[in-house]
């Protein structure tokens, strides 16, 4: 990882008042997530086309524990069809996927609501998962932070997932 000039000299100038605590320390926390143990969900790109998609339902919420191979929440998208199959109510066509984790943790906070109405760029965080359950208020409390730390470039592990056509 690339430290600015700028950092090195903020971790310089702190180190009097923080005795005890190394640079490297200091700076390394700075770039760590504020809750210990997060994982993001994020829209999954489930072909090579596909742009966007939107949470048609969760299958989980928040509080749930998941388990390995547990379906997590449904997809739908247009951009996997390739003909006149999967009308929606407007007359585009749909397709509907289950998104399956291939992770254990607990839901602290679902991010997207599952009205499959908004559409969702690939990559956009729609949920945060956290190891221990003890540790789902907190991360709920930080969602927006845990967000905005992801989209910084933070390094935020993401989950592993696995998706199935839903006939």
Known sequence: MLMT????RLASSLEPTLRGISQRHFVTTLTQPLVPHVMLVTMPQLSPTMAHG???KWLKQNG??????????????????MDDEGDDECGQKRM???VESQDEAFIARLLVD?????????????AILVEDE??????????????????????????????????
């Open 114 to 126: 599952d009205d499959g109405i908004a559409d969702v760029a690939i990559g956009e965080p729609i």
């Open 96 to 98: 509907n996927l289950q």
């Open 134 to 167: 003890c540790d789902i208020e907190d991360a709920a409390l930080m969602a927006e932070t845990v967000v905005k730390q992801y989209k910084q470039g933070h390094d935020i592990p993401i989950l592993c997932w696995q998706a199935y056509l839903k006939q």
């Open 54 to 56: 939107r949470v048609r």
């Open 64 to 81: 749930d524990r998941v388990e390995c191979h547990d379906l997590l929440f449904e997809v739908t998208t247009r951009e996997l069809l």
């Open 5 to 8: 000039s700028s950092f090195v």
